[in-house]
Nanobody, 127 residues
Framework: VQLQASGGGSVQAGGSLRLSCAAS????????MGWFRQAPGKERYFVAA????????AYADSVKGRFTISRDNAKNTVYLQMNSLKPEDTAVYYC?????????????????????WGQGTQVTVSS
């Protein structure tokens, strides 16, 4: 399984970025997907997740209303649209695939629910 995250960069506060995560080596449409982030010196935290159909989503309170997760199963890609970015959004962002197919374990928002991880993409928001 390979998850390739891209789209990170440096923006000013209030700006937007769109992260992409291209998946290969798995039946993408059968897996819930998630995004996590890790700031320097901190643990990795849940950001957003989406069901295998794309019909259900979940967000951390800190990003709700600003970030939108979506997926295109035809392209084996999950996205994270990030608007109204704040300096506290600065982190390495990781995409991840649910540990099992056709399950709702992604709803737990726990790292342990996700079995495959991408390499991360850096997002830096300046004030």
């Amino acid at each position: 399984v390979q998850l390739q995250a891209s789209g990170g960069g440096s923006v000013q506060a209030g700006g937007s970025l769109r992260l992409s995560c291209a998946a290969s080596g798995l039946s993408f449409s059968a897996y819930g997907m998630g995004w996590f982030r890790q700031a320097p010196g901190k643990e990795r935290y849940f950001v957003a997740a989406i069901s295998w159909t794309g019909g259900s989503t979940a967000y951390a309170d800190s990003v709700k209303g600003r970030f939108t997760i979506s997926r295109d199963n035809a392209k084996n890609t999950v996205y994270l649209q990030m608007n109204s970015l704040k300096p506290e959004d600065t982190a390495v962002y990781y995409c991840a695939a649910d540990r099992s197919t056709y399950t709702d374990t992604w709803r737990t928002r726990h790292e342990a629910a996700f079995g495959s991880w991408g390499q991360g993409t850096q997002v830096t928001v300046s004030s």
